[in-house]
RNA sequence: GGCUCAGUAGCUCAGUGGUAGAGCAGGGGACUCAUAAGCCCUUGGUCGCGUGUUCAAAUCACGCCUGAGCCA
């Protein structure tokens, strides 16, 4: 059965583009490792996939970490973008697009789209005054400060009084719309918890923004005014639609609009949830765009229970993470341990734990100690079983078969620790099926067919596993692919077209008579972390 | 200050009126195909605190405490 993926309707994923402040930290890993979950699932089912990443590189606040490095604001982004795009390298994240906000094309895009809005009579001049932290590039109540003038959350930065015009955006026009739009379509923010933040905040009426700067030279100019330069909000949110056009395509907004939009899924930290649930769709409104599919605001990550900051001096460095655990296991920690929209926390002993028991222990082992057994009782070839055959009663068969759609279910509503869940409660029930049979005595016995049956069960069992898996862990599953003697390449884009969903996600699949691979760990156990004596 | 969410086993969490659960970690056992893995058994909880409603409360109501968040 081939599928054609024109067949299949479009889909597009989006994180967050990233501010270029400094290099990535673990929570910008952790968005754009779910966000590479949900496009690999989606490809494997044979849907046209886009992801999209990138960078936030204007605004003021990377104006003067340049000039406190010394560099050019565009030698500072051109750096801190590639330490980004290494990043996702090491995590196995291939994305469909990385957009940068300084690239050229994305400011032809933006000034459509200003053109556009202009045209709707919803940007007007008006002046602003009041306390502005750099750091959050937002304006602040005095009441909201504390002492010395100080941000409250940038509490070692000074603000900074600013009296000028600004061009404003006419939010406030857009409440009926808003409103209508959280009502029509009450997935359009998620979780629930943010939704009602959202609602509430909605609630009290929308006041315009300002999206204009004066004074401040590292970011686009305001199209019908050159003294003013755009905020860096509004030209951040429009990458998502400058990435959505082939870099080699001359830039127009109506082109780029043309086959991805709307996005379907934009992936965000709960911290910039307002502007993704409010600002945006509210732009996009004006701009005459259909508004995205949902916006999903997911949970911070703390360490050992503890808030993660450069000042309190507890930060998990992504890059040293992965190169010492490696991308597979990084990915399934984060995507497996924490329920996806709640805070999590990362926990080097929970993490080993998890892995050893999981991935080594769990499944690894269960390939390892099948294939073994495989090659000597069935001379290193899946047993020449009709699956047909095996007994629906079969406890291996049963999980497989209702496995397919709890699994399909969990991923489409971004539940993945639900996902892996379920997989590994058929690994398990494998294991123990191993240890229930007893093939190793039915070997002995000479009862040879029921040997084959058991082992063709498991064989097909952890087969099963690595392909629903393998949004999650591409790796391992191309090793447990290739060493039941499958051609696999799960990092292949098209790999919903090669190995076809409604085909391999169903239990049942392992071709009977096959030559088996080598027998070799797919993931080595990790060695406990000495205890260390807490100070 | 207002509002929202959370507080259940050492850890992560499920359970929303009817005799306290899972996974991991800890302890014991039998087996041997296996990455000293797996399997079986098991230790462990005044379900944040208090008052109330009810035949019956982890679950409902009210108050309080602690933590997180949104808003002012």
Known sequence: MTLNPVDQPTFAITTPLYYVNGLPHIGSAYTTIAADVVARFYRLMGHPVLMITGTDEHGQKIQRTAEERGMSPQSHCDEVAAGFERLWELLNIDCDRFIRTTAPRHNVIVNEFFQRVWEQGDIYQGQQQGWYCVSCEEFKEERDLLSDQRCPIHTNKSVEWRDESNYFFKLSKYQEQLDQLYADRPDFIQPESRRNEVLSFVKRGLQDFSISRINLDWGFPVPTDSGHTLYVWFDALLGYITALQDPDEDPSL????????????????KDILRFHAVYWPAMLMS?????????????????????????????????????????????????????????????????????????????????????????????????????????????????????????????????????????????????????????????????????????????????????????????????????????????????????????????????????????????????????????
């Open 254 to 269: 109506e082109q780029a609009v043309a086959r991805w939009w709307p996005i379907n899924i934009h992936l965000i930290g």
């Open 287 to 535: 701009a005459g765009l259909p508004v995205p599919g949902r916006v999903y605001g997911h949970g911070f990550l703390t360490k050992d229970g503890q808030k993660m900051g450069k000042s309190q001096g507890n930060t998990l460095d992504p890059v040293e993470l992965v190169k010492k655990y490696g991308a597979d296991a990084v990915r399934y920690y984060f995507v497996r341990e924490i329920e996806f929209g709640k805070d999590g926390d990362f926990n080097e002993t929970r993490f080993i734990n998890v892995l050893n028991a999981d991935l080594a222990n769990d499944l690894g082992n269960l390939l390892n100690r099948t294939l073994k057994m495989a090659a000597r009782y069935c001379g290193d070839r899946v047993p020449e079983i009709d699956p047909q055959t095996i007994s629906a009663d079969n406890p291996l068969r049963a999980i497989g078969v209702s496995l397919t759609k709890t699994v399909a279910e969990a991923y489409t509503h971004l539940a993945f620790s639900q996902a892996c869940t379920a997989i590994l409660a058929l690994v398990q029930a494998s294991n123990k099926f191993v240890d229930d049979q007893a093939p190793w005595s039915l070997f002995k016995q000479g009862k040879q067919a029921e040997t084959e049956a058991v082992l063709y069960a498991v064989l097909e069992s952890v087969r099963q596993a690595a392909y629903l898996l393998s949004p999650i862990i591409p790796g391992i599953s191309n090793q447990i692919y290739a060493q039941l003697g499958l051609t696999a390449d799960f990092n292949d884009k098209a790999i919903g077209q090669g190995l076809n969903y409604a085909e391999q996600a169903t239990w049942g699949y392992l071709p009977p008579g096959q030559p088996l691979g080598v027998a070799s760990p797919v993931f080595q156990r990790l060695e406990p972390l000495e205890p260390v004596a807490s100070s």
